[in-house]
Protein backbone atom coordinates (compact mmCIF):
# COMPACT_ATOMS: atom_id res chain seq x y z
CA UNK A 1 0.00 0.00 0.00
CA UNK A 2 1.18 3.40 -0.89
CA UNK A 3 2.18 6.22 1.85
CA UNK A 4 -1.05 6.83 4.30
CA UNK A 5 -1.17 10.07 6.26
CA UNK A 6 -3.70 9.21 8.69
CA UNK A 7 -5.21 6.54 10.15
CA UNK A 8 -8.31 6.90 7.77
CA UNK A 9 -9.93 4.45 6.43
CA UNK A 10 -10.79 6.27 3.29
CA UNK A 11 -7.52 6.91 2.49
CA UNK A 12 -6.51 3.35 3.06
CA UNK A 13 -9.27 2.66 1.12
CA UNK A 14 -8.40 4.81 -1.54
CA UNK A 15 -4.51 4.24 -1.45
CA UNK A 16 -4.77 0.47 -1.92
CA UNK A 17 -6.49 1.10 -5.11
CA UNK A 18 -10.28 0.59 -4.86
CA UNK A 19 -12.97 2.55 -5.90
CA UNK A 20 -14.44 4.19 -2.04
CA UNK A 21 -17.42 4.24 -1.62
CA UNK A 22 -18.50 7.65 0.64
CA UNK A 23 -22.14 8.42 1.80
CA UNK A 24 -23.77 11.19 3.97
CA UNK A 25 -26.15 11.97 6.55
CA UNK A 26 -27.74 14.53 7.92
CA UNK A 27 -28.63 15.18 11.78
CA UNK A 28 -31.43 15.84 13.15
CA UNK A 29 -33.49 19.00 14.05
CA UNK A 30 -33.94 17.62 17.58
CA UNK A 31 -31.39 16.17 20.38
CA UNK A 32 -32.38 12.33 19.51
CA UNK A 33 -28.71 10.66 18.71
CA UNK A 34 -31.01 7.54 17.44
CA UNK A 35 -31.95 9.55 14.20
CA UNK A 36 -28.51 9.54 13.31
CA UNK A 37 -27.70 6.18 14.22
CA UNK A 38 -30.14 4.44 12.82
CA UNK A 39 -29.68 6.46 9.50
CA UNK A 40 -25.72 5.50 10.00
CA UNK A 41 -27.11 1.55 10.48
CA UNK A 42 -28.69 1.22 7.11
CA UNK A 43 -25.36 2.16 5.32
CA UNK A 44 -22.50 1.02 7.62
CA UNK A 45 -22.14 -2.40 5.42
CA UNK A 46 -22.43 -0.41 2.15
CA UNK A 47 -19.81 2.66 2.61
CA UNK A 48 -16.50 3.31 3.65
CA UNK A 49 -17.50 6.36 5.31
CA UNK A 50 -20.03 8.74 6.21
CA UNK A 51 -20.34 12.39 6.27
CA UNK A 52 -22.11 14.10 8.52
CA UNK A 53 -23.81 17.38 7.16
CA UNK A 54 -22.81 20.73 8.79
CA UNK A 55 -26.01 22.28 9.22
CA UNK A 56 -26.94 21.99 5.09
CA UNK A 57 -28.93 24.37 3.66
CA UNK A 58 -28.32 26.48 6.92
CA UNK A 59 -31.01 25.09 8.65
CA UNK A 60 -30.22 24.61 12.37
CA UNK A 61 -29.51 21.18 13.37
CA UNK A 62 -27.88 18.57 15.80
CA UNK A 63 -24.35 19.66 15.08
CA UNK A 64 -21.59 17.94 12.85
CA UNK A 65 -19.30 17.16 15.25
CA UNK A 66 -21.48 15.37 18.14
CA UNK A 67 -22.97 13.16 15.23
CA UNK A 68 -19.42 12.19 13.97
CA UNK A 69 -19.03 11.24 17.64
CA UNK A 70 -22.06 9.05 17.79
CA UNK A 71 -21.12 7.38 14.37
CA UNK A 72 -17.17 6.59 15.89
CA UNK A 73 -18.70 4.81 19.18
CA UNK A 74 -20.73 2.92 16.43
CA UNK A 75 -17.17 1.80 14.75
CA UNK A 76 -18.57 3.70 11.73
CA UNK A 77 -16.01 6.56 10.16
CA UNK A 78 -17.26 9.37 9.52
CA UNK A 79 -16.24 12.84 7.54
CA UNK A 80 -16.51 15.62 9.52
CA UNK A 81 -18.11 18.21 7.35
CA UNK A 82 -17.31 21.66 8.34
CA UNK A 83 -18.65 25.16 6.73
CA UNK A 84 -16.78 28.40 7.37
CA UNK A 85 -19.93 30.58 7.60
CA UNK A 86 -20.61 30.09 11.33
CA UNK A 87 -17.45 29.90 12.88
CA UNK A 88 -14.19 32.26 13.15
CA UNK A 89 -10.72 30.47 12.74
CA UNK A 90 -10.27 30.64 16.87
CA UNK A 91 -13.76 27.84 16.96
CA UNK A 92 -13.16 26.02 13.60
CA UNK A 93 -9.53 25.13 15.17
CA UNK A 94 -11.04 24.46 18.42
CA UNK A 95 -13.31 21.51 16.94
CA UNK A 96 -10.53 20.58 14.17
CA UNK A 97 -9.20 19.44 17.49
CA UNK A 98 -12.08 18.14 19.81
CA UNK A 99 -12.69 15.72 16.20
CA UNK A 100 -9.22 14.91 16.70
CA UNK A 101 -9.41 13.98 20.18
CA UNK A 102 -11.90 11.60 19.43
CA UNK A 103 -9.86 10.44 16.87
CA UNK A 104 -12.24 11.44 13.60
CA UNK A 105 -9.89 11.98 11.35
CA UNK A 106 -11.61 12.78 8.17
CA UNK A 107 -12.59 16.20 7.42
CA UNK A 108 -14.79 17.87 4.42
CA UNK A 109 -13.84 21.48 4.30
CA UNK A 110 -16.99 23.70 3.07
CA UNK A 111 -17.76 26.90 2.56
CA UNK A 112 -21.56 26.47 3.59
CA UNK A 113 -25.05 27.92 2.02
CA UNK A 114 -25.30 31.31 2.86
CA UNK A 115 -27.64 31.97 6.17
CA UNK A 116 -30.73 33.27 3.92
CA UNK A 117 -31.61 29.79 3.10
CA UNK A 118 -32.45 28.79 5.97
CA UNK A 119 -34.19 28.87 9.25
CA UNK A 120 -32.10 31.77 10.98
CA UNK A 121 -32.01 34.54 7.33
CA UNK A 122 -31.38 37.53 10.39
CA UNK A 123 -28.63 35.91 11.65
CA UNK A 124 -25.08 37.17 10.98
CA UNK A 125 -22.45 34.73 8.93
CA UNK A 126 -18.47 35.15 9.57
CA UNK A 127 -16.85 33.70 6.49
CA UNK A 128 -13.39 35.06 8.31
CA UNK A 129 -11.45 32.23 6.25
CA UNK A 130 -12.73 30.70 2.86
CA UNK A 131 -13.08 27.08 2.39
CA UNK A 132 -9.94 26.81 0.42
CA UNK A 133 -8.19 28.73 3.45
CA UNK A 134 -9.68 26.01 5.90
CA UNK A 135 -8.12 23.49 3.44
CA UNK A 136 -4.75 24.89 4.58
CA UNK A 137 -5.73 25.27 7.79
CA UNK A 138 -5.73 21.66 8.57
CA UNK A 139 -3.17 20.58 6.38
CA UNK A 140 -0.70 23.04 8.56
CA UNK A 141 -2.49 21.84 11.74
CA UNK A 142 -1.61 18.14 10.64
CA UNK A 143 1.82 18.70 8.84
CA UNK A 144 3.68 21.30 10.67
CA UNK A 145 1.53 20.73 13.92
CA UNK A 146 1.36 24.18 14.36
CA UNK A 147 -2.26 26.71 15.07
CA UNK A 148 -2.71 29.76 12.08
CA UNK A 149 -1.36 31.86 14.91
CA UNK A 150 1.97 29.85 14.65
CA UNK A 151 2.17 27.71 17.87
CA UNK A 152 2.87 24.59 18.59
CA UNK A 153 -0.10 22.09 18.84
CA UNK A 154 0.02 19.16 21.15
CA UNK A 155 -0.66 15.70 19.43
CA UNK A 156 -1.60 17.66 15.96
CA UNK A 157 -5.03 16.20 14.40
CA UNK A 158 -4.66 13.82 12.07
CA UNK A 159 -7.23 14.24 9.08
CA UNK A 160 -7.59 12.96 5.84
CA UNK A 161 -7.98 16.32 4.46
CA UNK A 162 -11.38 16.61 1.75
CA UNK A 163 -12.99 19.56 -0.14
CA UNK A 164 -15.97 19.82 -2.25
CA UNK A 165 -15.99 20.37 -6.26
CA UNK A 166 -18.95 21.61 -8.19
CA UNK A 167 -17.95 20.54 -11.69
CA UNK A 168 -21.59 22.65 -13.09
CA UNK A 169 -21.44 26.13 -11.73
CA UNK A 170 -20.31 29.03 -13.64
CA UNK A 171 -17.86 30.49 -14.72
CA UNK A 172 -17.03 26.66 -16.28
CA UNK A 173 -13.86 28.33 -17.74
CA UNK A 174 -12.44 28.43 -14.07
CA UNK A 175 -13.79 25.04 -12.56
CA UNK A 176 -10.88 23.04 -13.46
CA UNK A 177 -8.41 25.79 -12.26
CA UNK A 178 -10.30 25.90 -8.39
CA UNK A 179 -9.86 22.26 -8.33
CA UNK A 180 -6.29 22.82 -9.08
CA UNK A 181 -6.60 25.88 -6.38
CA UNK A 182 -7.99 23.36 -4.23
CA UNK A 183 -5.31 20.57 -4.66
CA UNK A 184 -2.68 22.93 -4.49
CA UNK A 185 -4.01 24.07 -0.78
CA UNK A 186 -3.93 20.83 0.02
CA UNK A 187 -6.99 18.61 -0.29
CA UNK A 188 -6.07 14.63 -0.86
CA UNK A 189 -9.94 13.99 -1.70
CA UNK A 190 -12.90 15.51 -3.70
CA UNK A 191 -16.28 14.87 -3.64
CA UNK A 192 -18.44 16.25 -6.05
CA UNK A 193 -21.84 18.32 -6.96
CA UNK A 194 -24.46 15.69 -7.78
CA UNK A 195 -24.09 14.60 -11.19
CA UNK A 196 -26.81 14.53 -13.71
CA UNK A 197 -25.04 16.00 -16.47
CA UNK A 198 -22.41 13.08 -17.64
CA UNK A 199 -21.31 14.91 -20.10
CA UNK A 200 -19.76 18.16 -18.95
CA UNK A 201 -18.92 16.14 -16.19
CA UNK A 202 -16.95 14.59 -18.34
CA UNK A 203 -15.31 17.11 -20.11
CA UNK A 204 -14.30 18.43 -16.68
CA UNK A 205 -12.80 15.24 -15.94
CA UNK A 206 -10.62 15.13 -19.41
CA UNK A 207 -9.58 19.07 -18.08
CA UNK A 208 -8.62 18.21 -14.53
CA UNK A 209 -6.87 15.12 -16.40
CA UNK A 210 -5.15 17.17 -18.65
CA UNK A 211 -3.21 19.14 -16.06
CA UNK A 212 -2.41 16.07 -13.84
CA UNK A 213 -5.16 17.04 -10.85
CA UNK A 214 -6.56 12.96 -11.12
CA UNK A 215 -3.47 11.86 -9.92
CA UNK A 216 -2.90 14.54 -6.76
CA UNK A 217 -6.03 14.12 -5.46
CA UNK A 218 -8.89 11.50 -5.24
CA UNK A 219 -11.96 12.77 -7.05
CA UNK A 220 -15.15 10.80 -5.76
CA UNK A 221 -18.22 11.68 -8.19
CA UNK A 222 -21.23 12.43 -6.14
CA UNK A 223 -24.80 11.32 -7.13
CA UNK A 224 -28.33 11.92 -5.61
CA UNK A 225 -31.30 9.39 -6.29
CA UNK A 226 -34.00 10.81 -7.60
CA UNK A 227 -37.32 10.60 -5.96
CA UNK A 228 -39.69 11.99 -8.38
CA UNK A 229 -40.13 14.10 -11.67
CA UNK A 230 -40.91 16.63 -9.18
CA UNK A 231 -37.87 16.25 -7.18
CA UNK A 232 -35.91 16.43 -10.77
CA UNK A 233 -37.68 20.34 -11.59
CA UNK A 234 -36.68 21.33 -8.48
CA UNK A 235 -33.17 20.45 -8.11
CA UNK A 236 -33.05 21.83 -12.22
CA UNK A 237 -34.86 25.06 -11.33
CA UNK A 238 -34.34 25.77 -7.85
CA UNK A 239 -30.94 24.72 -6.56
CA UNK A 240 -28.35 27.03 -7.63
CA UNK A 241 -25.38 25.71 -9.15
CA UNK A 242 -27.49 22.09 -10.10
CA UNK A 243 -27.39 20.94 -13.37
CA UNK A 244 -30.50 18.71 -14.31
CA UNK A 245 -30.65 17.98 -18.66
CA UNK A 246 -33.85 17.99 -19.54
CA UNK A 247 -33.23 14.67 -21.11
CA UNK A 248 -33.12 13.23 -17.10
CA UNK A 249 -36.47 15.05 -16.04
CA UNK A 250 -38.11 13.94 -19.18
CA UNK A 251 -37.17 10.64 -17.99
CA UNK A 252 -38.59 10.84 -14.77
CA UNK A 253 -41.70 12.37 -16.00
CA UNK A 254 -42.19 9.93 -18.87
CA UNK A 255 -43.07 6.59 -16.02
CA UNK A 256 -45.85 6.42 -13.93
CA UNK A 257 -45.49 8.14 -10.63
CA UNK A 258 -45.74 5.01 -8.63
CA UNK A 259 -42.73 3.79 -9.99
CA UNK A 260 -40.36 7.30 -10.61
CA UNK A 261 -38.74 6.62 -7.10
CA UNK A 262 -37.08 3.19 -8.93
CA UNK A 263 -36.47 4.82 -12.51
CA UNK A 264 -34.40 7.33 -10.13
CA UNK A 265 -32.61 4.72 -8.52
CA UNK A 266 -31.84 3.11 -11.81
CA UNK A 267 -30.47 6.24 -13.40
CA UNK A 268 -28.48 6.71 -10.41
CA UNK A 269 -27.00 2.99 -10.57
CA UNK A 270 -26.49 3.50 -14.27
CA UNK A 271 -24.62 7.25 -13.75
CA UNK A 272 -22.32 5.20 -11.33
CA UNK A 273 -21.65 2.34 -13.95
CA UNK A 274 -20.75 4.53 -16.43
CA UNK A 275 -18.64 6.57 -14.22
CA UNK A 276 -16.48 3.62 -13.12
CA UNK A 277 -14.96 3.96 -16.55
CA UNK A 278 -14.05 7.24 -16.67
CA UNK A 279 -9.93 7.87 -16.06
CA UNK A 280 -10.02 9.63 -12.40
CA UNK A 281 -13.18 8.86 -11.15
CA UNK A 282 -11.75 7.21 -7.91
CA UNK A 283 -15.17 6.19 -6.21
CA UNK A 284 -18.78 7.66 -5.06
CA UNK A 285 -20.16 10.05 -2.78
CA UNK A 286 -24.06 8.65 -2.75
CA UNK A 287 -25.70 11.33 -1.23
CA UNK A 288 -29.34 9.45 -1.10
CA UNK A 289 -31.17 12.54 0.44
CA UNK A 290 -33.42 11.29 3.57
CA UNK A 291 -33.32 7.97 1.59
CA UNK A 292 -30.47 6.28 3.03
CA UNK A 293 -32.52 2.79 2.98
CA UNK A 294 -31.68 2.88 -0.58
CA UNK A 295 -28.50 2.91 -0.63
CA UNK A 296 -27.77 -0.10 -0.39
CA UNK A 297 -29.49 -1.50 -3.54
CA UNK A 298 -27.41 1.37 -5.51
CA UNK A 299 -24.06 0.64 -4.23
CA UNK A 300 -24.82 -3.46 -4.52
CA UNK A 301 -26.45 -2.84 -7.95
CA UNK A 302 -23.62 -1.08 -8.80
CA UNK A 303 -21.20 -3.94 -8.36
CA UNK A 304 -19.46 -1.50 -5.31
CA UNK A 305 -20.12 -4.04 -2.77
CA UNK A 306 -18.94 -5.75 -0.59
CA UNK A 307 -16.60 -3.03 0.39
CA UNK A 308 -12.90 -3.85 0.97
CA UNK A 309 -11.87 -4.82 4.31
CA UNK A 310 -8.63 -3.50 5.45
CA UNK A 311 -6.78 -3.56 9.20
CA UNK B 1 -20.63 58.45 -0.82
CA UNK B 2 -22.43 56.72 2.22
CA UNK B 3 -25.96 55.53 0.72
CA UNK B 4 -28.89 56.23 3.02
CA UNK B 5 -32.35 55.85 2.78
CA UNK B 6 -35.21 57.57 4.19
CA UNK B 7 -37.03 55.69 7.59
CA UNK B 8 -40.54 55.22 6.97
CA UNK B 9 -42.51 57.80 8.12
CA UNK B 10 -44.61 56.27 10.73
CA UNK B 11 -41.30 55.26 12.89
CA UNK B 12 -40.06 59.27 12.24
CA UNK B 13 -43.81 60.14 13.66
CA UNK B 14 -43.18 58.15 16.62
CA UNK B 15 -39.77 59.03 17.06
CA UNK B 16 -40.50 62.83 17.26
CA UNK B 17 -44.53 62.76 18.63
CA UNK B 18 -42.78 63.90 22.26
CA UNK B 19 -41.47 66.78 21.12
CA UNK B 20 -43.05 70.60 20.43
CA UNK B 21 -39.95 72.02 18.56
CA UNK B 22 -37.81 70.00 16.10
CA UNK B 23 -35.32 71.03 14.46
CA UNK B 24 -35.11 68.97 10.94
CA UNK B 25 -31.22 69.09 9.84
CA UNK B 26 -30.76 67.85 6.48
CA UNK B 27 -26.63 67.50 5.27
CA UNK B 28 -25.43 68.34 1.78
CA UNK B 29 -22.74 65.21 1.18
CA UNK B 30 -23.33 62.19 0.60
CA UNK B 31 -27.32 61.86 1.58
CA UNK B 32 -28.13 64.62 -0.75
CA UNK B 33 -26.50 62.79 -3.85
CA UNK B 34 -28.71 59.81 -2.99
CA UNK B 35 -31.52 62.07 -2.45
CA UNK B 36 -31.96 60.70 1.46
CA UNK B 37 -31.30 63.96 3.46
CA UNK B 38 -30.25 66.64 1.31
CA UNK B 39 -32.21 70.00 1.30
CA UNK B 40 -35.28 68.86 -1.18
CA UNK B 41 -35.80 65.72 1.40
CA UNK B 42 -35.78 67.75 4.61
CA UNK B 43 -38.59 70.52 2.75
CA UNK B 44 -40.56 67.04 1.98
CA UNK B 45 -40.19 65.55 5.54
CA UNK B 46 -40.72 68.99 7.09
CA UNK B 47 -44.37 69.27 4.94
CA UNK B 48 -45.29 65.53 5.86
CA UNK B 49 -45.19 65.88 9.48
CA UNK B 50 -46.60 69.25 9.52
CA UNK B 51 -49.57 68.27 7.69
CA UNK B 52 -49.42 65.35 10.30
CA UNK B 53 -49.12 67.17 13.48
CA UNK B 54 -51.84 69.66 11.84
CA UNK B 55 -54.30 67.24 11.71
CA UNK B 56 -53.44 65.49 15.27
CA UNK B 57 -54.66 69.27 16.32
CA UNK B 58 -51.51 69.88 17.40
CA UNK B 59 -48.93 73.12 16.99
CA UNK B 60 -45.90 72.07 16.63
CA UNK B 61 -42.99 73.92 15.45
CA UNK B 62 -40.70 72.39 12.95
CA UNK B 63 -37.86 74.21 11.06
CA UNK B 64 -35.31 73.46 8.35
CA UNK B 65 -31.52 73.67 7.61
CA UNK B 66 -29.24 71.78 5.84
CA UNK B 67 -25.25 71.99 6.54
CA UNK B 68 -22.80 71.71 4.31
CA UNK B 69 -21.89 68.64 6.39
CA UNK B 70 -22.83 66.73 9.86
CA UNK B 71 -19.33 65.08 9.98
CA UNK B 72 -17.34 68.20 10.46
CA UNK B 73 -17.16 70.32 13.94
CA UNK B 74 -17.04 73.95 12.03
CA UNK B 75 -20.38 73.20 10.21
CA UNK B 76 -22.11 71.76 12.96
CA UNK B 77 -21.43 75.02 15.16
CA UNK B 78 -23.86 76.83 12.69
CA UNK B 79 -26.33 76.02 14.54
CA UNK B 80 -25.16 76.24 18.24
CA UNK B 81 -27.00 79.62 18.68
CA UNK B 82 -30.53 78.38 18.13
CA UNK B 83 -29.81 74.80 19.10
CA UNK B 84 -31.51 75.30 22.77
CA UNK B 85 -34.85 76.82 20.93
CA UNK B 86 -35.88 72.89 19.99
CA UNK B 87 -36.73 70.01 22.51
CA UNK B 88 -34.97 67.58 19.72
CA UNK B 89 -33.48 67.28 16.49
CA UNK B 90 -34.38 65.12 13.48
CA UNK B 91 -30.91 64.61 11.35
CA UNK B 92 -31.15 63.48 7.45
CA UNK B 93 -27.10 63.11 7.59
CA UNK B 94 -25.87 59.23 8.31
CA UNK B 95 -25.27 57.70 11.22
CA UNK B 96 -21.87 59.29 11.65
CA UNK B 97 -23.38 63.04 11.06
CA UNK B 98 -26.36 61.70 13.70
CA UNK B 99 -23.98 60.85 16.03
CA UNK B 100 -21.26 63.77 15.57
CA UNK B 101 -24.59 66.15 15.91
CA UNK B 102 -25.42 63.93 19.03
CA UNK B 103 -21.70 64.41 20.49
CA UNK B 104 -21.51 67.99 19.80
CA UNK B 105 -25.28 69.12 21.30
CA UNK B 106 -24.93 66.92 24.16
CA UNK B 107 -28.35 67.89 26.21
CA UNK B 108 -30.59 67.84 23.02
CA UNK B 109 -32.25 64.76 21.74
CA UNK B 110 -31.04 63.70 18.37
CA UNK B 111 -32.67 61.15 16.22
CA UNK B 112 -31.95 59.73 12.81
CA UNK B 113 -34.35 60.37 9.87
CA UNK B 114 -32.62 58.34 7.70
CA UNK B 115 -31.44 54.23 7.69
CA UNK B 116 -27.66 54.15 6.86
CA UNK B 117 -26.97 51.51 4.16
CA UNK B 118 -23.42 51.15 3.31
CA UNK B 119 -20.98 52.89 0.68
CA UNK B 120 -21.61 52.57 -2.71
CA UNK B 121 -22.32 54.15 -6.03
CA UNK B 122 -25.24 55.09 -8.05
CA UNK B 123 -25.89 53.22 -11.14
CA UNK B 124 -28.57 54.68 -12.23
CA UNK B 125 -30.96 57.52 -10.77
CA UNK B 126 -33.28 55.60 -7.93
CA UNK B 127 -30.35 52.52 -7.83
CA UNK B 128 -27.44 52.42 -5.85
CA UNK B 129 -25.27 49.58 -4.80
CA UNK B 130 -22.49 48.17 -2.41
CA UNK B 131 -19.24 48.27 -3.31
CA UNK B 132 -16.68 49.14 -0.07
CA UNK B 133 -16.88 47.99 3.58
CA UNK B 134 -13.86 49.45 4.65
CA UNK B 135 -11.99 46.58 5.47
CA UNK B 136 -8.88 48.85 6.24
CA UNK B 137 -6.81 46.65 3.97
CA UNK B 138 -7.89 46.91 0.05
CA UNK B 139 -7.17 44.22 -2.07
CA UNK B 140 -8.35 45.23 -5.46
CA UNK B 141 -5.19 45.16 -6.60
CA UNK B 142 -5.44 41.32 -6.91
CA UNK B 143 -8.92 40.61 -8.16
CA UNK B 144 -9.31 42.89 -10.87
CA UNK B 145 -10.62 45.70 -9.00
CA UNK B 146 -13.52 44.12 -8.22
CA UNK B 147 -13.99 43.76 -4.15
CA UNK B 148 -14.96 40.44 -3.07
CA UNK B 149 -15.28 41.61 0.86
CA UNK B 150 -18.26 44.04 -0.28
CA UNK B 151 -19.31 42.03 -3.04
CA UNK B 152 -19.54 38.16 -2.32
CA UNK B 153 -21.93 37.13 -0.07
CA UNK B 154 -19.54 35.36 1.44
CA UNK B 155 -16.31 37.27 1.07
CA UNK B 156 -15.04 33.56 -0.42
CA UNK B 157 -11.33 35.54 -1.48
CA UNK B 158 -10.16 32.86 -4.08
CA UNK B 159 -13.14 32.17 -6.16
CA UNK B 160 -17.06 31.38 -6.70
CA UNK B 161 -18.65 28.98 -4.24
CA UNK B 162 -20.86 26.34 -6.12
CA UNK B 163 -23.94 28.58 -6.41
CA UNK B 164 -22.77 30.86 -9.15
CA UNK B 165 -25.24 30.52 -11.68
CA UNK B 166 -25.05 32.12 -14.95
CA UNK B 167 -23.20 34.99 -13.24
CA UNK B 168 -25.38 35.84 -10.80
CA UNK B 169 -25.45 34.95 -6.92
CA UNK B 170 -27.20 32.11 -5.50
CA UNK B 171 -28.89 34.89 -3.29
CA UNK B 172 -30.46 36.76 -6.39
CA UNK B 173 -31.12 36.52 -9.46
CA UNK B 174 -30.68 40.63 -9.15
CA UNK B 175 -27.21 40.05 -7.79
CA UNK B 176 -24.33 40.00 -9.59
CA UNK B 177 -21.64 36.71 -8.41
CA UNK B 178 -18.64 38.64 -7.58
CA UNK B 179 -16.17 36.53 -8.88
CA UNK B 180 -18.00 36.06 -12.09
CA UNK B 181 -17.28 40.45 -12.52
CA UNK B 182 -13.38 39.28 -10.92
CA UNK B 183 -13.22 35.89 -13.41
CA UNK B 184 -14.33 38.31 -16.35
CA UNK B 185 -12.19 41.44 -15.91
CA UNK B 186 -8.86 39.31 -15.61
CA UNK B 187 -9.87 37.48 -18.67
CA UNK B 188 -9.85 40.72 -20.45
CA UNK B 189 -6.44 42.03 -18.71
CA UNK B 190 -5.25 39.05 -20.06
CA UNK B 191 -4.73 37.61 -16.41
CA UNK B 192 -7.02 34.93 -15.68
CA UNK B 193 -3.81 33.30 -14.43
CA UNK B 194 -3.72 35.28 -11.39
CA UNK B 195 -6.78 33.64 -10.56
CA UNK B 196 -5.08 30.50 -9.62
CA UNK B 197 -2.51 32.38 -6.88
CA UNK B 198 -3.57 31.55 -3.68
CA UNK B 199 -5.23 34.30 -1.57
CA UNK B 200 -3.56 34.87 1.82
CA UNK B 201 -5.69 34.15 5.21
CA UNK B 202 -6.77 37.81 5.44
CA UNK B 203 -6.10 40.26 8.70
CA UNK B 204 -9.59 41.52 10.02
CA UNK B 205 -7.71 43.24 12.17
CA UNK B 206 -7.94 46.63 10.37
CA UNK B 207 -12.29 45.59 9.80
CA UNK B 208 -14.74 46.08 12.03
CA UNK B 209 -13.59 43.08 14.18
CA UNK B 210 -10.78 44.94 15.92
CA UNK B 211 -12.78 47.31 17.41
CA UNK B 212 -13.59 50.71 16.60
CA UNK B 213 -11.24 52.35 14.20
CA UNK B 214 -9.25 55.68 13.88
CA UNK B 215 -6.89 56.58 11.62
CA UNK B 216 -4.17 59.04 12.82
CA UNK B 217 -1.90 60.57 10.33
CA UNK B 218 1.23 62.49 11.83
CA UNK B 219 1.90 64.10 8.41
CA UNK B 220 -1.50 66.04 8.61
CA UNK B 221 -1.79 66.71 12.46
CA UNK B 222 -1.40 70.31 13.10
Redesign the interface.
Known amino acids: MSDVKTPSKLEKVLASGHQAVTSECGPPRGSDAGEIRNKAEMIRDHVDAVNITDNQTSVTRLCSLASCIHLKSMGIEPVLQMVV?DRN?IALQSDILGAASFDICNILCL????Q?FGDNAQGQ?V???????LI??VRRMRDEGRF?GGDEIHRPPRMFVGA?A?PF???F??RV??L??KV??GAEFIQT?CIYNLEKFEQWMAQARDRGLHEKVAILAGVTPLKSAGMAKYMKNRV??MDVPDEVVKRMSGVAKEKQAQEGIDICVETIQRLKEVEGVRGFHVMAIEWEQKVPEIVERSGLHPRPELD | MIVAKPKPVEEVIESVSGFDRILLVGCNECVTVCEAGGRKEVGVLASALRMHFMNQGRNVQIDEVTLERQCDREYLEEIRNRIDQYGAVLSLACGVGVQFMAETYFQTPVLPGVDTCFMGVTEERGLWSERCQGCGQCVLARTGGICPVSRCAKRLFNGPCGGSTRGKCELSKDLECAWQLIIDRLTELGRLDDYEELAPIKDWSTERAGGPRRVEREDVRQ
Open positions: RRSGDHANFDIDSMQQTLANADPEIPRAKAAQPG
